[in-house]
């Protein structure tokens, strides 16, 4: 069986090894980094920092093997005034000649900052060889972060993005980088991207603030600009089954597509609900497949299961919940998946490595 739990700092080895198959802006593979992320997790998930500040860390474990294979995250607030979000703004220029009586259009891209503190959904990583397989675990550990948002709604805000990850070359490097933020900036894509996470100035203080036509890049870096790293096209269709839409932002390091969402319009947010446990039911029953998860104190556990609704209290299979550590009378959070609006299982969510 798999379990999604809230991560803990014992996972700090499990997640360097999974940071270290993919590249991911919330997942980094720096020790001291990741152990900051994890501390913060840890207070976020016992409500002892400011829910604006707030980052929470799931991990899938494999309960045979008690094997870290995957995780993902939420940032309750990305962008702040002390660490705005920056994006490249991506607008179309009309310009036309009347001698000529010819024009053409345009694209231009622009350095702005965010900082109104939208929720994002990222960090989502799955072991390679947990990856298209019939468990479509990729599936569980991005719907999972709807059905947590669900439980506690008001913890995060209206405002949920999310940032796919743009295409990099095999040596990790991307040509949009190396056309456009590297002549302002003199540091390697991997070194600017490390560096922003403590510090925002450097890019606002070296990068231009007006309009850079895109026309003026080379073809290679023009195509990657809201192009996705092919790693993480299941992502970003996972994204859009649930109701996100393309804005006009691109991730200035590796030219990655922002989505957006309205939280109380997502499906899975939308129809998950909090009841009491009653009891087990036989596995053999008609059940509806569903997002089953806990949340006691710091402690919290989800798994995919099917239930069944005897009144207004939910019923369980004897070994889901066993894996939850339910007893009759326990608060309990459900989330159905034909609540994800045509996404349950449908998508090739098993290879889907990392939505950031």
């Not at 700090?12 to 992320?37: G, K």
């Not at 799955?126 to 719907?143: E, I, Q, V």
């Not at 456009?180 to 203080?205: C, M, P, Q, V, W």
Request: net charge negative.
């Amino acid at each position: 069986m798999f379990v999604v739990r809230n991560a803990i700092l014992d996972d700090h080895e499990s997640l360097i090894r999974l940071a270290r198959t993919v590249h991911s802006n919330n997942l980094p593979a720096d020790s001291n980094s990741l152990h900051d992320i994890l501390t913060l997790s840890r207070a976020s998930f016992k409500g002892e920092v400011d829910p604006r500040d707030r980052q929470y860390v799931f991990v899938l474990v494999d309960t045979d093997s008690d094997r870290v294979v995957g995780t993902s995250c939420l940032i309750a607030g990305k962008g702040s005034e002390k660490m705005p979000r920056l994006v490249l703004k991506v607008r179309k220029r009309e310009h036309y000649s009347r001698d000529l009586q010819t024009g053409h259009v345009q694209i231009t891209l622009q350095l702005c900052q965010d900082s109104s503190g939208s929720t994002e959904v990222g960090g989502l990583v799955l072991a390679p060889s947990h990856r298209g397989t019939p468990d479509r675990l990729g599936s569980l550990l991005s719907k999972v972060r709807f059905s947590f948002m669900g439980t506690c709604p008001e913890l995060f805000s209206e405002r949920i993005i999310g940032e796919i990850m743009g295409a990099l070359t095999p040596d990790g490097r991307t040509m949009l980088w190396d056309h456009l933020g590297r002549r302002f900036i003199n540091l390697s894509y991997r070194e600017a991207d490390a560096f922003s996470r403590t510090s925002k100035e450097f890019i606002t203080s070296l990068f231009p603030e007006v309009e850079i036509y895109a026309s003026l890049l080379p073809a290679e870096a023009r195509r990657l600009i809201g192009h996705v790293s092919p790693d993480a096209v299941p992502a970003l269709r996972m994204l859009e089954r649930l109701g996100f839409h393309h804005i006009d932002e691109v991730d200035p390091f590796d030219g990655g597509p922002y989505l957006e969402a309205v939280r109380d319009e997502i499906p899975l947010v939308r129809a998950t609900s909090t009841t009491s446990f009653k009891g087990v039911v036989s596995a053999t029953d008609e059940l509806t497949q569903s997002i089953v998860c806990t949340h006691r104190g710091s402690d919290f556990r989800a798994i995919k299961s099917g239930v069944k609704l005897e009144g207004e209290a939910l019923c369980l299979p004897e070994e889901a919940a066993k894996a939850l550590g339910l007893k009759p009378g326990m608060s309990v959070s459900w989330t159905p998946q034909e609540s994800s609006s045509g996404l349950a299982d449908q998508s090739s969510a098993g290879q889907e490595s990392l939505t950031t």
